[in-house]
């Protein structure tokens, strides 16, 4: 059982450049969120999903899309990267939409040069 | 989101120390959760705590949720070296709870 799976684990990016972020999880849950961390900010929520086909705006989306097409891909498209989006993104998924136990990826870290 | 304010901010102890942390907010929380983040790693959820004045362990740990709902500590026993990391506090911040703020974090670093 894999989890919650994310690619790359490292990526160098050069400002006005445009990526995606993989995400993908085994474990047929719902909910989907992006997070990403930031020394001593702990983390915020980007995007999340309760569905597929359904997504909704987190506390920080300005300069993110996401889409979900399936239960088991949640991918983050960065559309012209910017020095402060250089940061460890933080893939997340859980059963339902509540509060509850959330299984974490082992993150990807971003640099915008 | 809400703010959620974690202290201290860091720790170093030695080995077989108990250890204390606390997180706090100016609202109302209904849930609370405690997570550790290992290096390199994603967070991993350690203790939930759904009820004001629940108390809750989980081996060497200890969390509990304030009467006030406005604050939450986690407590560990008898420290170990594997108990490095990063410790986070957790809560929803919308009424459909899937929106969740974290504090910034206590840093803990064990002495052997």
């Known amino acids: 059982n894999a989890g919650v799976t994310q690619t790359p684990k490292f990526q160098v990016l050069k400002t006005g450049q445009s990526m995606t972020l993989q995400c993908a999880q085994d474990?047929?849950?719902?909910?989907m969120s992006w997070y990403r961390q930031d020394p001593g900010m702990g983390l915020r929520l980007i995007h999340y999903?309760?569905?597929?086909?359904?997504?909704d705006q987190g506390e920080v989306p300005n300069g993110y899309n996401v889409s979900r097409s399936t239960t088991e891909d949640f991918p983050l498209r960065l559309l012209s990267a910017a020095p402060s989006q250089t940061s460890v993104y933080f893939c997340?998924?859980?059963?339902?939409?509540?509060?509850?136990?959330?299984?974490f990826g082992s993150g990807t870290r971003l640099t915008v040069v | 989101g809400q703010q959620l304010n974690q202290s201290p901010q860091s720790m170093f102890i030695q080995e077989g120390e108990d250890v204390s942390m606390n997180c706090t907010s100016s609202?109302?929380?209904?849930?609370w959760l405690w997570y550790k983040q290992d290096p390199g790693e994603g967070p991993v959820l350690l203790i939930a705590?759904?009820?004001?004045?629940e108390l809750t362990s989980n081996g060497r740990l200890t969390a509990q949720f304030g009467i006030t709902r406005k604050d939450s500590f986690l407590n560990i026993s008898a420290s170990i070296p594997s108990d490095v990391g990063i410790y986070f506090c957790?809560?929803?911040?919308?009424?459909?709870?899937?929106?969740?703020?974290f504090g910034g974090g206590t840093r803990l670093m064990v002495k052997p």
């Open positions: 609202s109302i929380f209904n849930t």
């Open positions: 999903s309760v569905g597929a086909g359904i997504t």
């Open positions: 474990m047929n849950h719902e909910y």
């Open positions: 997340a998924s859980s059963y339902s939409a509540g509060p509850y136990g959330y299984t």
């Open positions: 705590l759904y009820k004001a004045g």
């Open positions: 957790a809560g929803p911040f919308n009424n459909a709870g899937n929106m969740l703020t």
